[in-house]
Structures are given as structure tokens and as C-alpha cells.
T-cell receptor, first 116, second 111 residues
Framework: GAVVSQHPSWVICKSGTSVKIECRSL??????MFWYRQFPKQSLMLMAT?????????EQGVEKDKFLINHASLTLSTLTVTSAHPEDSSFYIC????????????FGEGSRLTVL | GESVGLHLPTLSVQEGDNSIINCAYS??????FIWYKQESGKGPQFIID?????DKRQGQRVTVLLNKTVKHLSLQIAATQPGDSAVYFC??????????FGAGTTVTVRA
């Protein structure tokens, strides 16, 4: 079946540094990908919608200058957490919609970010 | 904004019994609903979905019920197994676009 891959699966960084997380659709094309953030014991909160070839659409309250999203191809979207702080520590999950078949939404396995 | 909520945050069930997980949604315009299972440290895994023009849908060991009158969604798991232990989320969407997730119910299966 369709697979969405995230890399890295976990990352530890120092406060003030930037971290890039990749989301790839491995065997299908996706013009739209979604980025979620999940804090411990909480639900998934949509951060932004990543659109191939255009600017991302951010949800209310999400800082676009802090969470940079680039969707340069039909199979890759990246989320860069700039100047990361401990409060940015979270589980970041992406999803991608398969345009080729039923439009089903597939989720990645998530990326655990820990900011020291 | 609109969000999906859950009645109970935890559910403990005896192995072999049936499980029922409930969800209340707030957006009466939502037309598509999905149940996801999330194991620790992993992404959500699709279980079953239902569109608003249906009130029941069955899968393998799972059944989703939709009551649009009271905006209620439920997931029934038959003969619950240890591997069913996880957090279960319901999600809603309008026009099949952005998903809004509920708070999640942690299901623990007792041996």
C-alpha cells in the first residue's frame, strides 16, 4: 500500500538551532500534505497545509516564520523548526493525500523532536 | 474553531469482550468521519471510515456507527485483543480536506 516516510524519526537539538523534518510519499504523488503536532497524551493538531509549488496555509496561532514549510515536489514536503526552543519539543506528523486513486490520506510515522 | 471531542479518555476492557469507543463531533456540516488507531511513538493508522450519508459501516472486527441527529460517532471492536491496546481518535472533515481530530481514548486490554 501507499507509504509516507518521515525523516528523521527522532532528533535532539540544542535550543536556538533549526531542525528540518522531511515528509515523503514513496509510491504516489501528493500535491497536498498536512503537518500536525502532537504533545504527549494529546491529540493531533493541524499546523499547516503544504501545497506543492505554492505557499503553505497555516492554521490560526501557528507562526509561519518559525515553522517553515517547503513543498518543492509532488513527493516531498519539509518542515523546518527555526530557532527551536524546549517548548517546540513535540511529535510532528505529516500526512499526504494520494491523488492517483481514491484520494485516501496516509500518515507518516512521525518525528520526535526534543529541544534541550 | 470546530473540533471533535470524546466522552471518555480511557477504556479498560477484558480480552475477548467487545469495546465501544464514543465520539461527539461539533460541526454538523462534516460529511466524512474516520477512526484512527495510534500506538505509542507511531503515526495514526486508519481503521475505518464512514460518510455522512450512511449510519453504519462494518469492517473486520470493527463497526462504526454515525448518529447525525445527536452528532455522535462510535467505534465498536469485537472480541478485543491485546494488540488492540492503543489510543483511538475519531476525526472529521468537510469535503474530504482537512481533518480535525478528537481528544483520543486510550484503550487498555486486560488479559
Amino acid at each position: 500500500g501507499a507509504v509516507v516516510s518521515q525523516h528523521p524519526s527522532w532528533v535532539i537539538c540544542k535550543s536556538g538551532t533549526s531542525v528540518k523534518i522531511e515528509c515523503r510519499s514513496l509510491d504516489f504523488q501528493a500535491t497536498t500534505m498536512f503537518w500536525y503536532r502532537q504533545f504527549p497524551k494529546q491529540s493531533l493538531m493541524l499546523m499547516a497545509t503544504s501545497n506543492e509549488g505554492s505557499k503553505a496555509t497555516y492554521e490560526q496561532g501557528v507562526e509561519k516564520d518559525k515553522f517553515l514549510i517547503n513543498h518543492a515536489s509532488l513527493t516531498l514536503s519539509t518542515l523546518t523548526v527555526t530557532s527551536a526552543h524546549p517548548e517546540d519539543s513535540s511529535f510532528y506528523i505529516c500526512s499526504a493525500r494520494d491523488l492517483g486513486t481514491t484520494g485516501e490520506l496516509f500518515f507518516g510515522e512521525g518525528s520526535r523532536l526534543t529541544v534541550l | 474553531g470546530e473540533s471533535v471531542g470524546l466522552h471518555l479518555p480511557t477504556l479498560s476492557v477484558q480480552e475477548g469482550d467487545n469495546s465501544i469507543i464514543n465520539c461527539a463531533y461539533s460541526n454538523s456540516a462534516s460529511d466524512y468521519f474516520i477512526w484512527y488507531k495510534q500506538e505509542s511513538g507511531k503515526g495514526p493508522q486508519f481503521i475505518i471510515d464512514i460518510r455522512s450519508n450512511m449510519d453504519k459501516r462494518q469492517g473486520q472486527r470493527v463497526t462504526v456507527l454515525l448518529n447525525k441527529t445527536v452528532k455522535h460517532l462510535s467505534l465498536q471492536i469485537a472480541a478485543t485483543q491485546p494488540g488492540d491496546s492503543a489510543v483511538y481518535f475519531c476525526a472529521e472533515t468537510l469535503n474530504d480536506y482537512k481533518l480535525s481530530f478528537g481528544a483520543g481514548t486510550t484503550v487498555t486490554v486486560r488479559a
